[in-house]
T-cell receptor, first 112, second 114 residues
Framework: AQSVTQLDSQVPVFEEAPVELRCNYSSSVSVYLFWYVQYPNQGLQLLLKYLSGSTLVKGINGFEAEFNKSQTSFHLRKPSVHISDTAEYFCAVTNTGNQFYFGTGTSLTVIP | KAGVTQTPRYLIKTRGQQVTLSCSPISGHRSVSWYQQTPGQGLQFLFEYFSETQRNKGNFPGRFSGRQFSNSRSEMNVSTLELGDSALYLC?????????????FGPGTRLLVL
């Protein structure tokens, strides 16, 4: 089975500063990688996904992530955060397409 | 298209009772997955159904069961509720006819067991 590690459970960052949320996964076989965001009292919303091709993936709300196969990582970045980015972020991996493995989440708090 | 809907949104039950949660997927989606979300544990996979068949199952006791109907709607049942079953239960649907299909999540059902 796959496992996903999100190294930082909480990340505080000042408004307009850059942020990186880290994600590592366990398997080196072909995988599909996802980042989801969860706002309070809501379900998860897809930010971006990596299936194949370019290792730099751009998503919604100015987020991007880079797939690094040798380091089995898929870190999420944003060059300038806004107050509205305060939320919980989840990294997920699947290789069969029908069973997803999620990390424990990173709580991003943007400080005005 | 309408998104994934889950009913009810909130539930309060007492220990020993049973509960049934419902999920209606996005139209055309045949795969429905269920997750339990608790603080500090992230999302724990319960099971996945595709065309009325359970394809995958997570590491949960037999008290947790589910089913999927011919219209792809799914229900999840928890019998003999325990305090530790208090959680947000999320349903996600996808096409899942090939790898890499995105899962689309509903808003969840928040279950409180007293």
């Amino acid at each position: 089975a796959q496992s996903v590690t999100q190294l930082d459970s909480q990340v505080p960052v000042f408004e307009e500063a850059p942020v990186e949320l880290r994600c590592n996964y366990s398997s080196s076989v072909s995988v599909y990688l996802f980042w989801y965001v969860q706002y309070p009292n809501q379900g998860l919303q897809l930010l971006l996904k990596y299936l194949s091709g370019s290792t730099l993936v751009k998503g919604i709300n100015g987020f991007e992530a880079e797939f690094n196969k040798s380091q089995t990582s898929f870190h999420l970045r944003k060059p300038s955060v806004h107050i509205s980015d305060t939320a919980e972020y989840f990294c997920a991996v699947t290789n069969t397409g029908n069973q997803f493995y999620f990390g424990t989440g990173t709580s991003l708090t943007v400080i005005p | 298209k309408a998104g994934v809907t889950q009913t009810p949104r909130y539930l309060i039950k007492t220990r020993g009772q049973q509960v049934t949660l419902s999920c209606s997927p996005i139209s055309g989606h045949r795969s429905v997955s269920w997750y339990q979300q608790t603080p500090g544990q992230g999302l724990q996979f319960l099971f996945e159904y595709f065309s009325e068949t359970q394809r995958n199952k997570g590491n949960f006791p037999g008290r947790f069961s589910g089913r999927q109907f011919s219209n792809s709607r799914s229900e999840m049942n928890v019998s003999t509720l325990e305090l530790g079953d208090s959680a947000l239960y999320l349903c996600a649907s996808s096409l899942a006819d090939r790898g890499g299909e995105t899962q689309y999540f509903g808003p969840g059902t928040r279950l409180l067991v007293l």
